[in-house]
């Protein structure tokens, strides 16, 4: 049989969907790149915002339409949140977030769908670098004890739930046994990582790095109160990369109060200062949330301030979007639309400019880049690209062959989009 899988959404469902790749191939099912060459089709949907509802749903509707014979599997928050409602979208299994990392075994048991052993892949073999992917992201964690007045994710993932230590460096040792080079350890609250399990996300982070050889190591976004002790000491080892995402989402002190977030702009800056002093190199991004209800002309310059003071190497900018089933949905005095645009866009300057300070920190500098697939033809060779350690994309001419190659390049500009980067001879 030939599997068509799907996602929308976070990073999470990214690497879901990689784990089910591995679990269908080892059944024996072969990966479709397109719907309609499909026997099964698995959709995992997303349900962060009601743009996200809309999308999950013109989704499944746009994948019946394109193969109306095959077989339709969904899951993810959507599926989680209102199963009546996409099972009313003529699906054929609808599979809920806490029993989606079984979702193979349980499509194969309920649609009586056929397994065929002898086509199985060997257990080192994997699908990301057919699909032009050099980094695997791999879940560790779900759930979270939090309640953020403006998320509805903890209701769709409900509980925290810990993989064991063992399994994740188990499928670090696969992906990487199978050639991939980098992997994202991802989950919802990351940093909970081992609360239901006497563990912690150091030792996890640990073990990887002491258990497995896989060269750069990359983490998911954490939360910012959520740095376990010691924390700092893990990237001692330079295979740990030196870029985390600490979404924060205001700068106002009031606002994160209405947000029942519990980390202070004093607190993060403070957090910065410790991040600096012992990885001089890191780059730290975040999430803002402009126009959350309420949020005045005051916050929000504190807001500015903030994020100026902090100095983002970038800033994912959310207009907030009231999402029904949380608190802050019910909110008073909502922020005009022209002016969360207006808002929007001041921080959009603000945080081009921060991100070509963060770029320019590393002009004439060396450093070591895994180079991505497809490159661009050019009429002197091929023009790759591919990331810093901190995270900054880089675009360097180079020959044939450089596909998921550790490289060394010599920064030598800075552009609007990326850096610009050479070779650096013999290396």
């Known amino acids: ?33 397109e719907a309609e060459g499909a026997d099964l089709l698995v959709v995992n949907t997303c349900a962060v915002t009601e743009e996200a509802v809309r999308k999950s749903r013109k989704l499944l509707r746009r994948t019946q339409r394109d193969n109306p014979a095959a077989r339709l599997v969904v899951s993810g928050c ?33 649609l009586d ?31 979270c004890r939090y309640r953020c007045s403006y998320c509805i994710v903890t209701l769709a993932r409900g509980e925290e739930r810990s993989r064991p230590v063992s399994e994740v460096v188990e ?13 994202v350890l991802a989950g919802v609250h990351l940093g ?16 990887v790095l002491e258990r497995t050889s896989i060269p750069r190591v990359r983490l998911g976004s954490l939360e910012p109160w959520d740095l376990p002790e010691g924390f700092w000491s893990l990237f001692d080892n330079p295979r740990l990369m030196p870029h985390l995402h600490l979404p924060m989402q205001s700068g106002a002190d009031s606002v994160l109060r209405r947000m029942s977030r519990r980390c ?24 803002i949330i402009v126009g959350f209800p309420g949020e005045t002309e005051e ?56 991100r070509r300070r963060a770029r320019e920190r590393l002009l004439r500098q060396r450093v070591t880049v895994l180079t991505e697939g497809n490159p661009e033809e050019l009429d002197s060779g091929l023009r790759w690209s591919g990331y810093t350690p901190d995270y900054q994309r880089i675009a360097f001419e180079g020959p044939a062959g450089l596909e998921n190659s550790l490289v060394r390049l010599e920064v030598t500009g800075v552009g609007e989009e990326r850096l610009e980067g050479r070779l650096v001879p013999g290396c």
């Open 78 to 110: 959507y599926a989680s949140l209102d199963p009546d409602q996409a099972n009313g979208l003529g699906v054929d299994l609808v599979i809920s977030n806490a029993e989606k990392d079984r979702l193979v075994e349980i499509a194969a048991r309920e």
């Open 171 to 183: 499928e670090v040792n696969c992906v990487h046994a199978a050639g991939i080079q980098e992997v």
């Open 299 to 354: 916050e929000w310059q504190q807001t500015l301030a903030f994020a100026e003071a902090a100095g983002f190497g970038d800033i994912h900018i959310f207009a907030f979007s009231p999402r029904s089933g949380t608190k802050a949905a019910e909110a008073a005095n909502p922020v005009p639309r022209e002016v969360k645009r207006r808002r929007a866009e001041e921080l959009h300057r603000l945080a081009t400019r921060l």
């Open 264 to 287: 202070r702009s004093g607190e993060f800056l403070t957090l910065m200062e410790q991040a600096r002093s012992a990885v001089p190199e890191i780059n730290v991004t975040t999430d």
């Open 192 to 207: 909970g990582y081992g609360s239901d399990r006497e563990s912690s996300l150091y030792e996890l982070v640990e073990a």
């Open 113 to 143: 769908l056929p397994t065929m052993p002898a086509s199985a892949t060997e257990p080192g073999e994997y699908s990301l670098l057919a699909r032009n992917r050099q980094r695997a992201f791999i879940k560790v964690q779900d759930g």
């Open 1 to 33: 049989m030939r599997v068509y899988l799907k996602t929308l959404g976070c990073r999470l469902n990214e690497a879901e969907l990689e784990g089910w790749a591995r679990d269908f191939r080892a059944r024996g099912f072969e990966l479709s790149s």
